[in-house]
């Protein structure tokens, strides 16, 4: 079994350390999600064990053969289009293929020799191991399960956004299904239904994976194991995210206990000493003095420092807050949102949710008066002050220190501003700090605290948790939940929206549907939906058949053959599709991992374990094969 073993790493920058002594072990079948708050050292502990930075202290031990995958924060593409992208995944494997044309080439004007044989023999195989004659079904499944088209292919990679640029180098990553995934940050920008395209393919990876993530939901579904790194150390935990709070907060409540009672001990010990140092029971002062300078004596359990604020409390407001007729929006010729008409109540906590491109931002920006709609309009309820969080931060002012960011909107004083940024985390020099020069989570905060002093009774939050670290997180969901008026929310955050959201509004294909719920409550609805649609598809199936066998005997009427059978539920097919599509992809790596078992030369000497093994080959190609049949009937 292939594994990778980190032993004392250590890092650091000038005098500032990042970790030290960490040490853990990935092996194949582990999905371990490395998580911490920001400027732990997540990425840069990535780095260290794919030996793209140096480490100051410790090892890593992986095996040479060993593949790996790795997606990297914020990589830049060049022009080349998307499709000439993901070859560069498969370089070694066109590499092989141009030797083996050469070779064939030489051969058809030559008389081969047996050294030339054995070359071709090896090079088929060799590209065949390496999955080299069918990586374009395997590219393109992994491109279309991200959300790309055929369309797509032959665009410029570095004309598509940003996000869809991290969509492009997860896809290089997982196109060779290599024996580990180191993946940081892999489901930003991704919709919902490519998160749950991941979480399926991810889920029954058979190398090992190793994570870094916010997404507390993502990780949940996924992960085997957490290692939590946090004040340059790194504690492991077995179980999934929520599995790992739990452990996480009892092992702090058991450690304060331990230390509490030692200090209590010590406290006793040493008044005991200078109570009798010395008199008639100076001899036994000295005996505990001994012992109290033998005690190992325990750390206090460090208790990392989160922002912690709650929202005023908001005026009161009409009870229609926003409210939405017959809306249609869109920029020139293209209309993104049509004809589409909801309300907004006081008290409401709503939730935004949908593919990527529907429209979300846009519905947004029509509200804030950013778009003017083509048809239809917005109404904003009487004695409603709205509160705007855009994901991209414009009203920040890039040229201002952080300081002045505060003094300049709210015209508060220098000691004034600096408190409540220190509130935020802005400490000592970061309030002189550049907005330009901030860090996304940075950005976040400062635009966050912003919104907090504006004191606003409708808040509208676009994507509120892009680039804050799990605490922080936990702090803004703590202070929705206690927020006396009104939220409209876009978010991809599964986990935050099931902790704030009342109502859930899908947008798609510039409609809308209303679920009187959060996102938990939602994927209910939609299930139950599935399987009735589920139900009515076999009973289509069932009556198709019954008609065709009807027909063969001659016994059709004439009322039943003008009868058109009701078509298969598309929903449907795309979900059974992208079903099909995750388990070809299980089987695929399946495969893989039996391929190079045979290969490993302890296995070749052991005739029964290579028998086993081409057993499981040859029905796991069985199985492969029903799949591809099942995928291009699907296709059609």
Same mark, same amino acid.
């Given at each position: 079994?292939?594994?990778?073993?980190?032993?004392?790493?250590?890092?650091?920058?000038?005098?500032?350390?990042?970790?030290?002594?960490?040490?853990?072990?990935?092996?194949?079948?582990?999905?371990?999600?490395?998580?911490?708050?920001?400027?732990?050292?997540?990425?840069?502990?990535?780095?260290?064990?794919?030996?793209?930075?140096?480490?100051?202290?410790?090892?890593? !031990?992986?095996?040479?053969?060993?593949?790996?995958?790795?997606?990297?924060?914020?990589?830049?593409?060049?022009?080349?289009?998307?499709?000439?992208? !993901?070859?560069?995944?498969?370089?070694?494997?066109?590499?092989?293929?141009?030797?083996?044309?050469?070779? #064939?080439?030489?051969?058809?004007?030559?008389?081969?020799?047996?050294?030339? &044989?054995?070359?071709?023999?090896?090079?088929?195989?060799?590209?065949?191991?390496?999955?080299?004659?069918?990586?374009?079904?395997?590219?393109?499944?992994?491109?279309?399960?991200?959300?790309?088209?055929?369309?797509?292919?032959?665009?410029?990679?570095?004309?598509?956004?940003?996000?869809?640029?991290?969509?492009?180098?997860?896809?290089?990553?997982?196109?060779?299904?290599?024996?580990?995934?180191?993946?940081?940050?892999?489901?930003?920008?991704?919709?919902?239904?490519?998160?749950?395209?991941?979480?399926?393919?991810?889920?029954?990876?058979?190398?090992?994976?190793?994570?870094?993530?916010?997404?507390?939901?993502?990780?949940?579904?996924?992960?085997?194991?957490?290692?939590? &790194?946090?004040?340059?150390?790194?504690?492991?935990?077995?179980?999934?995210?929520?599995?790992?709070?739990?452990?996480?907060?009892?092992?702090?409540?058991?450690?304060?206990?331990?230390?509490?009672? +030692?200090?209590?001990?010590?406290?006793?010990?040493?008044?005991?000493?200078?109570?009798?140092?010395?008199?008639?029971?100076?001899?036994?002062?000295?005996?505990?003095?001994?012992?109290?300078?033998?005690?190992?004596?325990?750390?206090?359990?460090?208790?990392?420092?989160?922002?912690?604020?709650?929202?005023?409390?908001?005026?009161?407001?009409?009870?229609?807050?926003?409210?939405?007729?017959?809306?249609?929006?869109?920029?020139?010729?293209?209309? !993104?949102?049509?004809?589409?008409?909801?309300?907004?109540?006081?008290?409401?906590?709503?939730?935004?949710?949908?593919?990527?491109?529907?429209?979300?931002?846009?519905?947004?920006? #029509?509200?804030?008066?950013?778009?003017?709609?083509?048809?239809?309009?917005?109404?904003?309820?009487?004695?409603?002050?709205?509160?705007?969080?855009?994901?991209?931060?414009?009203?920040?002012?890039?040229?201002?220190?952080?300081?002045?960011?505060?003094?300049?909107?709210?015209?508060?004083?220098?000691?004034?501003?600096?408190?409540?940024?220190?509130?935020?985390?802005?400490?000592?020099?970061?309030?002189?700090?550049?907005?330009?020069?901030?860090?996304?989570?940075?950005?976040?905060?400062?635009?966050?605290?912003?919104?907090?002093?504006?004191?606003?009774?409708?808040?509208?939050?676009?994507?509120?948790?892009?680039? &804050?670290?799990?605490?922080?997180?936990?702090?803004?969901?703590?202070?929705?939940?206690?927020?006396?008026?009104?939220?409209?929310?876009?978010?991809?955050?599964?986990?935050?929206?099931?902790?704030?959201?009342?109502?859930?509004?899908?947008?798609?294909?510039?409609? !809308?549907?209303?679920?009187?719920?959060?996102?938990?409550?939602?994927?209910?609805?939609?299930?139950? +939906?599935?399987?009735?649609?589920?139900?009515?598809?076999?009973?289509?199936?069932?009556?198709?058949?019954?008609?065709?066998? #009807?027909?063969?005997?001659?016994?059709?009427?004439?009322?039943?053959?003008?009868?058109?059978?009701?078509?298969?539920?598309?929903?449907?097919?795309?979900?059974?599709?992208?079903?099909?599509?995750?388990?070809?992809?299980?089987?695929?790596? #399946?495969?893989?991992?039996?391929?190079?078992?045979?290969?490993?030369?302890?296995?070749?000497?052991?005739?029964?374990?290579?028998?086993?093994?081409?057993?499981?080959?040859?029905?796991?190609?069985?199985? &492969?094969?029903?799949?591809?049949?099942?995928?291009?009937?699907?296709?059609?």
């Amino acid at each position: 079994m292939e594994r990778i073993r980190m032993i004392g790493l250590g890092k650091s920058f000038g005098v500032r350390q990042v970790f030290s002594n960490v040490s853990f072990e990935l092996k194949e079948g582990d999905r371990l999600a490395l998580v911490g708050p920001n400027g732990a050292g997540k990425s840069t502990l990535l780095k260290c064990i794919l030996g793209y930075e140096e480490l100051d202290e410790g090892h890593v !031990i992986k095996s040479p053969v060993a593949s790996i995958g790795y997606l990297q924060q914020d990589v830049n593409l060049g022009d080349d289009s998307l499709a000439d992208e !993901i070859e560069k995944a498969w370089a070694d494997v066109h590499a092989l293929e141009e030797q083996l044309r050469d070779l #064939t080439v030489y051969m058809e004007g030559h008389e081969a020799e047996e050294a030339d &044989l054995q070359r071709l023999d090896y090079l088929q195989n060799r590209i065949e191991w390496l999955g080299g004659y069918d990586y374009e079904q395997k590219s393109k499944r992994i491109v279309y399960g991200l959300g790309f088209s055929d369309e797509d292919l032959h665009k410029p990679a570095n004309a598509f956004s940003g996000g869809q640029k991290t969509r492009i180098n997860l896809a290089k990553a997982l196109v060779r299904s290599p024996d580990f995934l180191f993946l940081d940050e892999p489901t930003n920008h991704l919709d919902m239904d490519m998160l749950e395209w991941l979480e399926g393919y991810l889920s029954s990876y058979p190398g090992g994976i190793l994570i870094v993530s916010h997404d507390r939901y993502f990780m949940d579904r996924i992960v085997t194991g957490v290692v939590e &790194l946090d004040n340059h150390k790194a504690t492991a935990y077995r179980g999934n995210y929520s599995r790992y709070v739990q452990q996480r907060n009892e092992r702090l409540k058991a450690d304060m206990i331990a230390y509490e009672k +030692q200090q209590e001990h010590i406290r006793k010990t040493e008044a005991y000493i200078d109570k009798y140092r010395a008199g008639i029971k100076s001899k036994m002062a000295r005996g505990r003095q001994s012992q109290l300078n033998r005690l190992e004596r325990l750390d206090a359990p460090v208790i990392s420092h989160h922002l912690d604020f709650s929202f005023p409390p908001a005026g009161m407001s009409a009870d229609k807050v926003l409210v939405l007729d017959h809306l249609s929006a869109g920029y020139g010729d293209n209309r !993104i949102i049509d004809d589409i008409s909801f309300v907004v109540r006081r008290g409401e906590s709503v939730a935004l949710i949908g593919p990527n491109g529907a429209g979300k931002s846009t519905l947004v920006k #029509t509200i804030v008066g950013e778009i003017f709609p083509e048809d239809g309009h917005v109404d904003i309820g009487n004695r409603v002050q709205v509160g705007y969080f855009s994901q991209e931060h414009e009203e920040l002012h890039e040229s201002w220190q952080v300081v002045e960011e505060i003094m300049n909107h709210f015209n508060f004083t220098e000691e004034r501003a600096r408190n409540v940024l220190g509130s935020f985390l802005f400490k000592g020099d970061d309030v002189f700090k550049l907005v330009s020069d901030l860090s996304g989570g940075e950005r976040a905060r400062l635009a966050l605290l912003k919104l907090f002093l504006q004191g606003d009774n409708f808040l509208i939050l676009d994507e509120p948790t892009n680039h &804050l670290d799990i605490p922080t997180r936990e702090v803004v969901e703590r202070a929705l939940q206690q927020f006396e008026g009104t939220c409209f929310i876009i978010s991809h955050d599964r986990y935050f929206l099931d902790q704030v959201a009342t109502k859930t509004v899908v947008l798609n294909e510039g409609r !809308i549907t209303e679920y009187l719920g959060n996102y938990s409550y939602y994927k209910e609805k939609l299930k139950e +939906q599935e399987e009735r649609l589920s139900l009515e598809n076999k009973e289509y199936i069932g009556e198709s058949n019954a008609k065709v066998r #009807t027909q063969e005997h001659g016994e059709l009427s004439q009322t039943e053959s003008t009868e058109a059978p009701k078509k298969p539920n598309a929903y449907m097919v795309e979900k059974q599709l992208a079903e099909v599509e995750s388990e070809i992809a299980r089987l695929e790596a #399946t495969m893989k991992m039996y391929e190079v078992q045979l290969a490993n030369p302890d296995v070749q000497q052991d005739l029964e374990e290579m028998a086993s093994i081409s057993s499981q080959i040859t029905a796991t190609q069985s199985q &492969l094969d029903e799949l591809y049949e099942r995928w291009a009937h699907l296709c059609e």
